[in-house]
């Protein structure tokens, strides 16, 4: 059984289904179920390699204590991967990684998932650059 502290943070691996193509295309499509409405996912998008690439323990963290799909590394998938959690509206993103890789994040779900719209999940940021001049002009330390 799941921690109760955790369960609503962490995406259940009952609620996943991975849907094979009819056709002789290799994509298979996962498809994320909502069972509990106060659910309130945690979404992690790592740049391991920003600033001195200090990302990798940061990254083996995440992938111990969240679902595996919930972690989205940019050295091996891309920002399409938010895409899966369009349909959740109660969701935050953890963006680790330099100012370009916030930024980039930021512009993407603008464009790209326009279902988030109004109800934009709130952003916390892990500053792994060099500069991190976001986070240091938000008052956020870097």
């Not at 998008?45 to 940061?58: A, F, H, P, R, T």
């Not at 890789?101 to 279902?115: A, F, H, L, M, R």
Request: glycine share 10%; aromatic share 6%.
């Amino acid at each position: 059984m799941m921690n109760s502290k955790l369960r609503d943070i962490i995406l259940n691996p009952n609620n996943v289904t991975i849907k094979k193509p009819c056709t002789s295309k290799p994509n298979n499509q996962i498809h994320l179920k909502i069972s509990n409405p106060n659910q309130k996912l945690i979404i992690v998008i790592i740049n391991k390699l920003s600033g001195g690439q200090s990302g990798n323990e940061y990254l083996n963290s995440f992938y111990r204590y969240l679902n595996p799909l919930q972690v989205i590394n940019l050295l091996d998938e891309t920002l399409s991967k938010l895409k899966l959690f369009s349909s959740f509206g109660n969701c935050s993103l953890i963006v680790a990684g330099g100012d370009g890789t916030v930024g980039s994040v930021i512009n993407y779900i603008k464009e790209e998932i326009p279902e988030w719209g109004e109800r934009m999940p709130a952003i916390a940021v892990l500053p792994l650059g060099t500069g991190n001049d976001l986070s240091r002009c938000l008052g956020w330390g870097g």
